[in-house]
């Protein structure tokens, strides 16, 4: 938001854009947590947890830095009545969930 009102103007009454905002930020602090409950598993499992750590926090700064982007594509989108699915950025995020997830059963089967 500037001084003079929001940065990107849409008519949508439930106010699409800012949810779908809203929710990638508890995405991004999602992501955050994870990577420093993993943390905690460093002393048991050693350097091979750092991998899940980098790969959070490097998801999670991706997801803040399009944020502003994201948010101007929705917002565009709804006043010119053509709005379209991030497809990459969810199948990103799918990919990265199972990376970590592989990761993490990779790293206990093999302590």
């Known amino acids: ?38 943390l905690r598993w460093y002393p048991h499992y050693g350097a091979g947890i750092l991998l899940m750590v980098v790969l959070c926090l490097l ?3 991706s997801i803040y830095a399009t944020q502003r982007r994201r948010y101007a594509l929705a917002s565009h989108g709804i006043a010119l009545e053509r709005v379209h699915a991030d497809v990459v950025a969810v199948l990103a995020m799918s990919g990265a969930v199972v990376g970590v997830g592989a990761l993490g059963i990779f790293l206990v089967l093999t302590d």
Do not use: K
């Not at 990638?24 to 409950?37: D, E, P, Q």
């Open 1 to 38: 938001m500037s001084a003079n009102g929001p940065l990107f103007s849409h008519d949508d009454p439930g106010l699409q854009p800012e949810r779908t905002v809203m929710s990638w930020g508890r995405t991004t602090m999602s992501l955050c947590v994870a990577a420093l409950v993993f």
């Open 59 to 61: 998801v999670a700064g």
